[in-house]
């Protein structure tokens, strides 16, 4: 088969060098469009962007390439891109005039036989990390106990809502670097992760059952939910610094943090909010800004992942690499994307 690669607005790069020489081995021929500015090694595979759309039975773009552009695919082609199909904004009306079957990096299952091509968790763990990091530069104090002969400091509270693959993440890189953790979650199956990071699990009784919702969180009883703000509250009052990664799934984000939990904190605490891009779990959220609330610091950011774009670009070319090893071709020529994993995450046609 040939595997192309179009060039998109995405920061990140669908590809490595790793990932071409796997492709390759595979016997499968590598098509990359010459806009991404290719390094001298891959000059070899690079195509102006007319020849990759043309030639490729496979074509890869982390974002949606143009509406003019993908109304040239033919039939006997396959479009894999980001669509997040779940955010209230997707639009699938494009997708009426392009003729090749479409698949959704992001509707990939997430489960452990998908979890090698799981981007969204790769991307997630990237985005923990950098959450962590970002709320130590800011906070005015030390993350660690210390010491000093000028008296001691005690560490710094951190609370991580949501204890997904960035709320773990979270909860590791904040416990390496010396604070005392915290995290909440309704998932009680996270409980034992939590704890064997050396954090403690904020218990709250009562959750609605979320073995199907595929990682995501899911809607709680009315009961359920004012204990839970009793739970959070309480937690936030006393944290230096809090993580929010709640999310729903094609839905917006649960406001986990009040505005009056906020006034509750410290001057100069630190809220970052992962959920920010679909409406944020703190009250006080605003996408893509930095805001500050009566001396408290909010930062919304669902894009943190590209604070470490090299790294985010290696991870997602391994996840696209084992998801493209699931289209087989037969004899005849013809791409088989039967496999449940391929179904699942195909968006066009329905």
Known sequence: MKIGYLQSTDERVPFSDLSIKKIEK????????EAFGLDSSLQQFSKSTSTVVQEAD????????????MNQFKN???YISFFKPYEPTFDDSFLKDCAAPCYSLDMIPRSTLAQSMDALSSMASIAGYQAVLLAAAKLPRYFPMLMT????IRPAKVLVLGAGVAGLQAIAVARKLGAKVEAFDVRLAV?????SLG???VMVEGAADDIAAGGYAVQQTNEYKAKQKQAIADSVKNADVVITTAQLRGKPAPTLIEEAMVESMQKGSVIV??????????????NE?????????IIGNSNLHLGCVQDASTLVANNIYSYLKLFVQDEAGHIDNGHEILQASKIHPK
């Open 289 to 297: 800004e930095e805001v500050n609330h009566k001396g408290v610091t």
């Open 58 to 69: 496979i074509l890869v773009s982390l974002f949606p390439v143009e509406i003019s552009q």
């Open 149 to 152: 002969a000028a008296g001691t």
């Open 199 to 201: 954090a403690k699990f």
């Open 76 to 78: 006997t082609q396959h």
């Open 191 to 195: 409980k034992e992760e939590v704890e």
């Open 273 to 286: 909010d992962l959920a920010a891009s679909t409406g944020g779990n703190c009250a006080c959220t605003k």
């Open 26 to 33: 595979d016997g499968h021929q590598i098509l990359l469009d």
